[in-house]
């Protein structure tokens, strides 16, 4: 199953790496990490998905929470909660691909932020299902290259994971 | 008052109320050394290689229960200090250990002895820090003493940067009494409504066991467990780190449990209805195959550590919290309950268990003439009246002292049992006789282990630790023997250990006594003789019977019910 974590960390040198160690000594999967300070500079807030039986899940986030640097820990998928990434697409656009280009990207609600002759590149931000269905929307030959952060998590609701 | 940074740390030690610093000097230290040679309150102990440092301040925190403290420089001195430290952290044992670095602005250039400390260490520590700043020198370190001795405890790396040391700039100083960290508040009371629930579970039992761990020992919980052991008559099983929290000559005492545990503590496991686990963490070691762990058990779990729990075994019902708050939380209970335990149901066990029993597993040859190890512990048992603090290496000369040397205080049985470190053995009974220079200290070791820190011998001389030291020699790595005997067909690959130093004239050229004997008729004597040298260091040579083996045994991949007795006999 798949789980997306988020985690309030103490903004320290080594937070991040106390993380990303515990992920390769204990065995877990950690398919992304996103991580950056909060309004509160001496938070970060760390977005993490990761998947596992129920009870590896468990065993996560007692670990994570075990980590001296944690100060709060919420399994998103537990409750409602929203998740976005954003990506950033370099795409060939040559001649007649320019205007079909330019319709997908209209469709998917994204924007180009950068042109040149023969190029588009696109900002799309999303679920990453949807992420996963633009690029697959596009023709494979026409990327150049991908840039994508990894999603990022809040809970529904007028509830926040502070202090 | 104004203090350089050399100056706070020791003083920080002074008001921690440190009286012993295990450690060895270096470049990246000396700014730290000559604050120490300004004063006389912390008494520093010059090892002879910087494992054996840890391994003497982790010891001196097992004897006493107060955190033991390391002093290296960086580099290599920190290297030195790492399997002592993921010793100590498999253990759980507080400590605190202060690592000289490289100054600040060299940081990262590959400097002359510069290693990533705190990236070495991050995995095997329970927290570190690097201290870039002095303004925050004081608090870090108290911070450091604070989380290496609360919640479930665990060694602590501070590594301080050369320049932050420096005896031209002062600042003023303060200890703070007192530290409070957002992100740290470890568990302080176990939730009483899931106390209730597991004396419940426990009155009903019909077969219960007590399974418990070195929580025990490290919380100082012995006398609440033996209390609520003995009130409510059920039988007891103890890890080898747990061993006299539990009377070893207890009479609801099984005996160990686990892979060299007793017949009676591993079957009494398999069949038991209730499993009451304190302060215990279901290794690999205890479980054999968690497919087949107490298949018929209501699990109950009580443990300062939630990620402990269900993590190798499902708990039924968990109980978080300190084990001495929480055990005597129980005894309350159980007073203020109206239900009694089932006694007639506790009679039959108890009679099921007499008869495991009386299978007498830990039988070996007593009218052997060569002499055997096992002999060998409870000789020194009977010597030492069972009360010397006994350390170990790691092998048979451990399983054999953890069988045959019944505890009966906690804090007297030190080894290394999570990491089963060989070599830790001579350098934690330093460190528990630097804390306790009247009593007996014996080390139980074999010849292949007790070579990995023999240097030591130096350091024992030089502060006059009349340690004894009972060296099992059997010419091999007695384990990595009884492995290959079993499993791969008697084939013993590199484990022959016969090209040693004559020990005796070894330990005379060390400046202390050495003693070899070789006939059981003699053994007694000997080890009288040893202990009778009350301000000497002796080293008993004891050459035992290369072919015994460890029993009972369970093979790895099974289960408790399914154990090897006694040689050439087949799964019970």
Same mark, same amino acid.
């Given at each position: ?163 | ?274 499993? %009451?686990?304190?302060?215990? &963490?279901? =290794?690999?070691?205890?479980? +054999?195959? *968690? @497919? !087949?762990?107490?298949? $018929? ?11 402990? %729990?269900?993590?190798?075994? &499902?708990? =039924?019902?968990?109980?978080? +919290?300190? *084990? @001495? !708050?929480?055990?005597? $939380? ?243």
């Amino acid at each position: 199953m798949r789980h997306i974590i988020s985690i309030l960390l103490e903004n320290e040198s080594g937070a991040l790496a106390r993380v990303a160690n515990l992920f390769t000594a204990r065995g877990y999967n950690i398919e992304s990490l996103t991580v950056a300070p909060t309004e509160d500079l001496s938070l970060s807030r760390m977005t993490l998905v990761t998947s596992g039986s129920d009870e590896i899940i468990e065993q996560i986030t007692k670990q994570l929470n075990k980590l001296i640097d944690t100060v709060k820990l919420v399994d998103l998928t537990e409750g409602s909660h929203i998740e976005r990434e954003m990506m950033m697409i370099k795409l060939r656009a040559e001649r007649t691909q320019r205007e079909e280009i330019k319709r997908l990207v209209d469709i998917f609600r994204g924007k180009i932020i950068d042109v040149t002759d023969t190029s588009y590149t696109v900002e799309l931000t999303g679920a990453a299902s949807k992420l996963n269905a633009f690029i697959e929307a596009v023709d494979e030959d026409l990327i150049i290259e991908v840039v994508r952060t990894g999603p990022s998590g809040i809970g529904r609701g007028a509830k926040g994971l502070g202090l | 008052m104004e203090l350089s940074g050399g100056e706070i740390i020791v003083q920080c030690l002074k008001d921690e109320g440190v009286e012993h610093v295990f450690g060895y000097p270096g470049g990246a230290v000396l700014h730290i050394y000559d604050a120490i040679f300004k004063q006389k309150d912390v008494k520093h102990i010059l090892v002879r290689h910087e494992q054996a440092a840890a391994h003497a301040a982790d010891g001196y925190a097992r004897a006493t229960g107060k955190p033991g403290v390391v002093l290296v420089t960086s580099g290599p001195g920190a290297t030195n200090v790492v399997t002592g430290i993921a010793t100590a952290f498999m253990d759980s044992i507080p400590m605190v250990v202060l690592t000289g670095q490289v100054p600040t602005p060299v940081i990262g250039s590959d400097a002359f002895q510069e290693v990533d400390t705190v990236g070495i260490t991050r995995p095997c520590v329970k927290h570190n820090f690097l201290v870039k700043r002095l303004e925050d020198l004081a608090e870090t370190i108290k911070k450091a003493f604070y989380i290496a001795t609360s919640g479930r405890p665990g060694p602590v790396v501070v590594d301080i940067p050369k320049d932050v040391t420096d005896p031209g700039i002062k600042i003023p100083y303060k200890y703070p009494s007192k530290v409070k960290m957002r992100s740290y508040n470890p568990v302080v009371k176990g939730h009483l409504g899931q106390i209730k629930k597991a004396v419940k579970i426990m009155m009903e039992a019909e077969r219960p066991v007590f399974y418990t761990g070195g929580g025990v020992v490290l919380d100082d919980a012995a006398k609440p467990l033996t209390e609520l052991v003995e009130k409510l008559g059920f039988p007891i099983t103890q890890t080898l780190m747990g061993l006299g929290a539990y009377p070893g000559s207890g009479k609801n005492f099984l005996g160990m449990l686990g892979m060299h545990g007793t017949y009676e503590a591993n079957m009494a496991m398999h069949e038991t209805d209730v499993l %009451i686990a304190v302060g215990a &963490r279901f =290794d690999d070691r205890v479980t +054999g195959h *968690v @497919k !087949q762990f107490c298949p $018929d058990a209501t699990i109950i779990h009580i443990d300062i550590d939630p990620s402990s %729990i269900s993590k190798n075994v &499902r708990v =039924d019902v968990p109980i978080v +919290g300190p *084990v @001495k !708050q929480v055990l005597r $939380d129980m005894l309350k209970v159980v007073d203020e309950s109206d239900a009694q335990p089932n006694k007639q149901a506790l009679k039959q066990w108890w009679e099921q268990i007499e008869k495991w029993r009386s299978m007498d597993c830990m039988k070996y040859d007593r009218k052997s003439k060569l002499i055997k190890p096992q002999h060998a512990v409870e000789v020194l048992h009977k010597v030492t009246k069972g009360e010397a603090y006994v350390t170990s290496d790691v092998g048979q000369h451990q399983m054999f002292a953890a069988q045959f040397y019944r505890f009966d205080k906690p804090r007297r049985w030190i080894n290394s049992g999570g990491l089963g470190t060989m070599g830790f053995g001579l350098p934690a009974a330093m460190g528990v006789q630097m804390a306790f220079p009247k009593a007996e200290v014996a080390v139980v070791t074999g010849e292949s282990s007790i070579q990995m820190c023999i240097q030591e011998l130096a350091t024992c001389l030089q502060y006059e630790l009349p340690i004894k030291i009972i060296l099992l020699n059997n010419g091999y790595m007695g384990m990595v023997r009884q492995w290959q005997e079993f499993f791969y067909e008697s084939r013993y690959s590199q484990s022959g250990m016969s090209v040693t130093p004559d020990f005796v004239k070894l330990t005379e050229s060390f400046g202390h006594v050495g003693m070899r004997v070789d006939k059981t008729k003699d053994l007694e004597g000997a080890m009288k003789e040893a202990f009778s040298l009350k301000d000497r260091l002796v080293f008993l040579d004891v050459v035992v019977d290369p072919s015994e083996n460890v029993y009972p045994m369970i093979a790895a991949g099974k289960g408790h019910h399914e154990m090897y007795l006694s040689p050439g006999s087949e799964l019970v």
